[in-house]
């Protein structure tokens, strides 16, 4: 049972370049968040999915898009990668109102 | 709409002395309060939680109660060790259509040394 995790750990960027983030989670949870985490800012919601095929808009959705690609899967989009979006991205699921967290992707854009 | 406040850091202590961490909020409902912890290099993890006024959520000696009159969830541990160093989050949970979508706090970061 690894919970929750994410593809990449690491990524370096350089402006303008498009990227995916994977999330992947094992627990049969039907909801889905991406978060992301700035220094002084806690997390800020981008993305959520409440069940498989649905898809919601968070605090922050500016730059980003989602797909809910299965009950498991929930992956970001970067379009156009820009200096503003360099953070610390965090998948969660849920089955209630408890989150549960993958690892994070740390995201460098030049 | 709904926020949470918590106190700044860093809180620096020295091992064995007593921690709290103040966390206030502000809500239209009757949310239920968390408080996560984030160890370095990791993500997010429940430390504890309270689902309804007056109740007290406790794991591995930190201890918070859910004060309605007050709107406070503040995180208290008796004796701290330097494992407890971390960052630490206050956050709420409410109901929005088939999801609940939590509010953070900007967390407060935990430093025990020796």
């Known amino acids: 049972n690894a919970g929750v995790t994410q593809t990449p750990k690491f990524q370096v960027l350089k402006t303008g370049q498009s990227m995916t983030l994977q999330c992947a989670q094992d627990?049969?949870?039907?909801?889905m968040y991406w978060y992301r985490q700035d220094p002084g800012m806690g997390l800020r919601l981008i993305y959520y999915?409440?069940?498989?095929?649905?898809?919601d808009k968070g605090e922050v959705p500016n730059g980003y898009n989602v797909s809910r690609l299965n009950k498991r899967e929930f992956s970001l989009r970067l379009e156009s990668a820009a200096p503003s979006q360099t953070s610390v991205y965090f998948c969660?699921?849920?089955?209630?109102?408890?989150?549960?967290f993958g690892p994070g992707t740390r995201l460098l854009v030049l | 709409g709904n926020s949470v406040t918590q106190m700044e850091g860093p809180v620096t202590l020295s091992e064995e002395a007593f921690l709290t961490i103040n966390c206030t909020y502000t809500a239209t409902g009757y949310p239920s309060l968390f408080w996560y912890v984030q160890y370095p290099g990791e993500g997010l993890q429940l430390l504890l939680k309270a689902t309804k006024a007056d109740d007290k959520g406790s794991n591995k000696g930190f201890e918070a109660t859910y004060r309605k009159e007050t709107t406070s969830f503040h995180l208290e541990k008796g004796s701290v060790q330097v494992s407890d160093s971390a960052v630490y989050f206050c956050a709420l949970s409410d109901r929005t259509g088939g999801s609940y979508i939590p509010t953070f706090g900007r967390g407060t970061s935990l430093i025990v040394h020796p």
């Open positions: 969660a699921s849920s089955a209630g109102e408890t989150q549960y």
């Open positions: 627990m049969n949870h039907n909801s």
């Open positions: 999915s409440a069940s498989e095929g649905t898809t």
